[in-house]
């Protein structure tokens, strides 16, 4: 079984830039769909970005040219680097991987953008 630990978050003024982390426990060369979703209070959760073991990337629109999905197969970790942050970036971020045929959550990582 897979645990997934984000990091990174936090709170941040509008315009500015965070990144998270998402460190799995096992070799992510094989996981091919590992993405970050955020939740923010009183709505569902939803994928922001996602990449596959080819490193093809795909970003939700409110987010497109903002954010950038990358992994580090070495460092069994993926990460969302956020740029040009807005008040409405606010949200608990997770981590969503698929491995062994179930998809997998991490904990979550709160990041707060002050207007």
């Known amino acids: 079984q897979v645990q997934l630990v984000e990091s990174g978050g936090g709170l941040v003024q509008a315009g500015g830039s965070l990144r998270l982390s998402c460190a799995a426990s096992?070799?992510?060369?094989?996981?091919?769909?590992m993405g970050w979703y955020r939740q923010a209070p009183g709505k569902q959760r939803a994928q922001v970005a996602a990449?596959?073991?080819?490193?093809?990337?795909n970003y939700a629109d409110s987010v497109k040219g903002r954010f950038t999905i990358s992994r580090d197969n070495a460092k069994n970790t993926v990460y969302l680097q956020m740029n040009s942050l807005k008040p409405e970036d606010t949200a608990v971020y997770y981590c969503?991987?698929?491995?062994?045929?179930?998809?997998?959550w991490g904990q979550g990582t709160q990041v707060t953008v002050s207007s």
């Open positions: 096992v070799s992510i060369f094989s996981i091919n769909y």
């Open positions: 990449i596959t073991g080819g490193s093809t990337t």
């Open positions: 969503r991987v698929f491995y062994m045929g179930n998809y997998r």
